[in-house]
Antibody, heavy 120, light 107 residues
């Protein structure tokens, strides 16, 4: 059974940093691209970032480019999102998602999400 | 960037109704489209992939069609558990983009 478990969310001040993690199990982690998707309170879904199966290529939404860094550790089956220079508009539930392919593809499985609140 | 225009943004329907939700892509995306259902406080769940393939375990009353720029999600006979918000997603090219969502409410 595929399981994705996010952690690391919380309350942070504007300009601060936070690191999210996603522990994956139930599939061959190193074979699939992984992604982060967020949802601001009462809003729709927004793709944030993706990383290919090897970690060799990364992709970012313009809204987070230069501030967020996605990475993965295939030896530990873990996906991470380092978030710097956080803004109020980054407040959202952040979901980890498993892609269906090594490079891209749609999101087949999702974690339960972790809430990030950026506020003073 | 590929824009996904989803309509309607909200829809009121009754149990047993047939409903259709549409997504239009700003440029051709082949069949690189999925449909997701989200209930309050829960993660999205994939219903349809590759525009028309039914995800394992999803009831057959859900179906998808389309290719290129026009896509539809159809629920043939609404059940009480189907009242939720639905999103389309294109993964043909980065940035990956979602439709704005359709909130399906009980009439």
């Amino acid at each position: 059974e595929v399981q994705l478990l996010e952690s690391g969310g919380g309350l942070v001040q504007p300009g601060g940093s936070l690191r999210l993690s996603c522990a994956a199990s139930g599939f061959i982690f190193s074979s699939y691209a992984m992604s982060w998707v967020r949802q601001a309170p009462g809003k729709g879904l927004e793709w944030v970032s993706s990383v290919t199966s090897s970690g060799g290529s990364t992709y970012y939404a313009d809204s987070v480019k230069g501030r967020f860094t996605i990475s993965r550790d295939n030896s530990k089956n873990t996906l991470s999102l380092q978030m710097n220079s956080l803004r109020a508009e980054d407040t959202a539930v952040y979901y980890c998602a498993k892609n269906v392919q090594a490079v891209a593809g749609s999101f087949e499985y999702w974690g339960q999400g972790t809430l990030v609140i950026v506020s003073s | 960037d590929i824009q996904m225009t989803q309509s309607p943004s909200s829809l009121s329907a009754s149990v047993g109704d047939r409903v259709t939700i549409t997504c239009r892509a700003s440029q051709g995306i082949s069949n690189d489209l999925g449909w997701y259902q989200q209930k309050p406080g829960k993660a999205p769940k994939r219903l349809i992939y590759a525009a028309s393939s039914l995800q394992s375990g999803v009831p057959s009353r859900f179906s998808g069609s389309g290719s290129g720029t026009e896509f539809t999600l159809t629920i043939s006979s609404l059940q009480p558990e189907d009242f939720a918000t639905y999103y389309c997603l294109q993964h043909n090219s980065y940035p990956i983009t979602f439709g704005q969502g359709t909130r399906l409410e009980i009439k």
